[in-house]
């Protein structure tokens, strides 16, 4: 069977990561869908043994870069190696994770290629030689459903959306690929580690927000304690943001990041259109605002009317024992 | 230097979208365009740079008419001057043949930097700054939050964000910068910038003259469509004790997910 997919799988402090592991859990439907087999590809450096992992997850080749080029992640060594799987494998539909990495490399790739390019994209089927994708524009306003050919095709696909699936045993068919002819003329010199306090927005599975309903930046800690205690990471609507409480890191919205978590909770958010686009995605939303009438009580699972300084204190407390319990 | 920034029109983050009549396209009758946010963090670092170290900007942009008043702003704000593409094909194509145009602009211009908005708040894609990198065989840096180039000119330090913290890149120039809110706080245009801006040149460029090929997509747009996700719409009464204690219970008994 012909390599229909190329996944490329990103790894840090030598895991794989989670939206890596979705990303494959995709690849290996869209190219059993099209009669074909997922081939992966890992680049960095002594990461040779994560081909087995990689397989495990159905890639039926594993195609490693293993380079001291590659030790941090190089738009231009990482665009090479992709380029050069691709020739190998013959795949025509180039798959990653919407990351950081991903939305920096895949863009890039696809110009290489003069492939079409879909981004962030939250749904996908194979069909008669077509990927049939779905993707959000203006933050999630509007859903656009679009058929390429899956024979020439860069996609990056919303971590969070796909489910992972649970490895199976395999002993991997691997390739390597050489990049050691590329001269990177940008290199990562220094990873720099945000606090690790709480957890990335972008990469949460729950998400506490504040909005302007807290009344100043002292009251932020409010949202901080109720999102260690539920081992979630921190938003902020763009109003609070704009006024210098808290980094833009943790904007959600339009000009912020747009999330899919399995849980939000809105605090004292009213829910600007913004806003709402950008985390109207998430599975389960609970808001927690002093004006009933609020917008953000409209797309909210569960709503709080009510002094969010009397509900937050007394909700952290709740989760610490709910939690503690077990 | 001479620093080259690109710059698109959007709706406004406050725009109501919603598809058209037959569901293949987004209506956008009626919406109030505005520079692309993220344009402007590229466009005010731009201005800082030449305030640093001399030299000139020039702003790239696409687009019909409507765009004139986009370069006018912009060159109100302190751009020396504006080379607009006036062509509908590309104003709605796809990233690559935007890319393609940019990169003939360029090619022109031969600028030492390019700074863009790291995506445009429309269709979401993150694509033409690394397109454009591309296409002109150059380095990238996207989603870049702190900026400083090199006293020779010749190199750029440049963090950008990513998950859980921040890369920082040492970038030999010339290279595509995208510019992530938090790069810088942009200016607004005085009067002096206003009236300085009506003298400023504006040139228009055809696709014939950059020698580009109407603009095509692989992409079929099948539908276009608004989100709709079932909410429960479940409003919890009571005291703070009492709602807390019931939000408890719902989110670990029925969602399961304490």
Redesign the interface.
Same mark, same amino acid.
Request: proline share 5%; hydrophobic share 45%.
């Given at each position: 069977m012909a390599h229909l997919v190329l996944t490329i799988v990103e790894h840090r402090d030598g895991q794989i990561r989670k939206s890596s592991l979705e990303a494959l859990a995709l690849g290996k439907r869209l190219a059993s869908e099209g009669g074909g087999t997922q081939a992966a590809l890992i680049v960095g450096k002594n990461i040779s043994n994560l081909a087995g992992e990689v397989a495990g997850h159905g890639a039926a080749l594993v195609a490693i870069a293993d380079h001291d080029l590659a030790a941090q992640y190089s738009t231009e060594v990482y665009a090479t190696a992709v380029q050069r799987a691709a020739e190998k494998t013959g795949a025509g539909l180039i798959l990653e994770s919407a990351t950081a990495q991903g939305k920096d490399l895949a863009p890039r790739i696809a110009a290489r290629l003069n492939a079409p390019y879909l981004t962030d994209i939250v749904d996908a089927k194979v069909e008669n030689g077509n990927l049939i994708a779905v993707r959000p524009e203006y933050a999630g306003k509007a859903l656009l459903r679009v058929s390429v050919p899956v024979s020439k095709v860069v996609v990056t696909a919303r971590p969070n959306v796909f489910p992972a699936e649970n490895p199976i045993a395999s002993t991997p068919e691997t390739a390597s690929i050489d990049v050691s002819d590329v001269k990177p003329r940008a290199r990562v010199v220094r990873f720099v580690s945000a606090s690790k306090e709480t957890v990335d927005v972008a990469e949460a599975e729950i998400i506490v927000s504040g909005g302007r309903g807290l009344k100043g930046p002292e009251n932020f800690p409010l949202v901080f304690e109720l999102a260690k205690a539920l081992g979630a990471g921190v938003g902020a609507s763009r109003a609070v943001v704009d006024a210098g409480w808290i980094d833009h890191d943790h904007q959600v919205g339009q000009t912020g990041k747009t999330v899919s978590p399995t849980l939000y909770v809105a605090c004292g958010i009213s829910g600007a259109i913004q806003h709402l686009a950008g985390m109207r995605t998430s599975k389960c939303i609970v808001a927690i605002n002093k004006d009933a009438d609020a917008p953000i009580f409209k797309i909210a699972d569960y709503g709080l009317a009510g002094d969010l300084f009397e509900i937050l204190p007394r909700l952290t407390e709740a989760v610490k024992k709910v939690k503690g319990a077990g | 230097m001479k620093i080259a920034v690109c710059l698109k029109q959007v709706?406004a983050?406050?725009?109501?979208?919603?598809?058209s009549g037959d569901g293949h396209a987004?209506d956008l009758a009626g919406v109030e365009w505005v520079v692309n946010?993220?344009d402007e963090f590229a466009l005010e670092e731009a201005l800082r740079l030449k305030e640093k170290h001399s030299g000139e900007v020039v702003v790239f942009s696409i687009g019909g008419d409507k765009v004139e008043e986009a370069m006018r702003s912009a060159l109100a704000l302190g751009a020396d001057r504006a080379v607009v593409l006036k062509d509908p094909a590309f104003t709605h194509a796809?990233?690559?043949p935007v890319?393609e145009a940019l990169a003939a602009m360029a090619k022109r211009e031969s600028p030492d930097l390019i700074l863009c908005g790291k995506q445009g708040?429309?269709?979401?894609? %993150? =694509?033409?700054?690394? %397109?454009l =990198? +591309?296409?002109l065989d150059?380095?990238?840096? &996207?989603?870049v /939050?702190k900026l400083e180039i090199g006293a020779d000119g010749k190199s750029a330090h440049a963090?950008? $964000?990513?998950?859980?913290?921040? $890369? $920082?890149?040492? #970038? &030999?120039l010339p290279?595509v910068i995208a510019a !992530?809110?938090?790069l810088n706080e942009p200016r607004y245009a005085n009067l002096k910038g206003i009236m300085a801006a009506k003298k400023k040149p504006v040139a228009v460029v055809t696709a014939a003259e950059l020698g580009l090929n109407p603009p095509t997509?692989?992409?079929? %747009?099948? +539908?276009? =469509? !608004?989100?709709s !996700?079932a909410?429960?719409?479940? %409003? #919890?009464?009571g005291d703070?004790?009492q !709602? /807390? $204690?019931e939000? /408890?219970r719902?989110?670990?008994t029925e969602?399961k #997910?304490?």
């Amino acid at each position: 069977m012909a390599h229909l997919v190329l996944t490329i799988v990103e790894h840090r402090d030598g895991q794989i990561r989670k939206s890596s592991l979705e990303a494959l859990a995709l690849g290996k439907r869209l190219a059993s869908e099209g009669g074909g087999t997922q081939a992966a590809l890992i680049v960095g450096k002594n990461i040779s043994n994560l081909a087995g992992e990689v397989a495990g997850h159905g890639a039926a080749l594993v195609a490693i870069a293993d380079h001291d080029l590659a030790a941090q992640y190089s738009t231009e060594v990482y665009a090479t190696a992709v380029q050069r799987a691709a020739e190998k494998t013959g795949a025509g539909l180039i798959l990653e994770s919407a990351t950081a990495q991903g939305k920096d490399l895949a863009p890039r790739i696809a110009a290489r290629l003069n492939a079409p390019y879909l981004t962030d994209i939250v749904d996908a089927k194979v069909e008669n030689g077509n990927l049939i994708a779905v993707r959000p524009e203006y933050a999630g306003k509007a859903l656009l459903r679009v058929s390429v050919p899956v024979s020439k095709v860069v996609v990056t696909a919303r971590p969070n959306v796909f489910p992972a699936e649970n490895p199976i045993a395999s002993t991997p068919e691997t390739a390597s690929i050489d990049v050691s002819d590329v001269k990177p003329r940008a290199r990562v010199v220094r990873f720099v580690s945000a606090s690790k306090e709480t957890v990335d927005v972008a990469e949460a599975e729950i998400i506490v927000s504040g909005g302007r309903g807290l009344k100043g930046p002292e009251n932020f800690p409010l949202v901080f304690e109720l999102a260690k205690a539920l081992g979630a990471g921190v938003g902020a609507s763009r109003a609070v943001v704009d006024a210098g409480w808290i980094d833009h890191d943790h904007q959600v919205g339009q000009t912020g990041k747009t999330v899919s978590p399995t849980l939000y909770v809105a605090c004292g958010i009213s829910g600007a259109i913004q806003h709402l686009a950008g985390m109207r995605t998430s599975k389960c939303i609970v808001a927690i605002n002093k004006d009933a009438d609020a917008p953000i009580f409209k797309i909210a699972d569960y709503g709080l009317a009510g002094d969010l300084f009397e509900i937050l204190p007394r909700l952290t407390e709740a989760v610490k024992k709910v939690k503690g319990a077990g | 230097m001479k620093i080259a920034v690109c710059l698109k029109q959007v709706p406004a983050t406050d725009s109501r979208i919603k598809p058209s009549g037959d569901g293949h396209a987004v209506d956008l009758a009626g919406v109030e365009w505005v520079v692309n946010p993220y344009d402007e963090f590229a466009l005010e670092e731009a201005l800082r740079l030449k305030e640093k170290h001399s030299g000139e900007v020039v702003v790239f942009s696409i687009g019909g008419d409507k765009v004139e008043e986009a370069m006018r702003s912009a060159l109100a704000l302190g751009a020396d001057r504006a080379v607009v593409l006036k062509d509908p094909a590309f104003t709605h194509a796809d990233p690559l043949p935007v890319a393609e145009a940019l990169a003939a602009m360029a090619k022109r211009e031969s600028p030492d930097l390019i700074l863009c908005g790291k995506q445009g708040v429309d269709h979401d894609r %993150m =694509a033409v700054p690394a %397109m454009l =990198a +591309e296409k002109l065989d150059w380095p990238q840096a &996207t989603v870049v /939050v702190k900026l400083e180039i090199g006293a020779d000119g010749k190199s750029a330090h440049a963090e950008r $964000e990513v998950e859980g913290g921040h $890369e $920082e890149l040492e #970038i &030999t120039l010339p290279a595509v910068i995208a510019a !992530q809110k938090g790069l810088n706080e942009p200016r607004y245009a005085n009067l002096k910038g206003i009236m300085a801006a009506k003298k400023k040149p504006v040139a228009v460029v055809t696709a014939a003259e950059l020698g580009l090929n109407p603009p095509t997509s692989p992409i079929q %747009m099948l +539908e276009v =469509a !608004q989100p709709s !996700q079932a909410r429960k719409n479940r %409003m #919890i009464t009571g005291d703070p004790a009492q !709602q /807390v $204690e019931e939000l /408890v219970r719902i989110l670990r008994t029925e969602e399961k #997910i304490l």
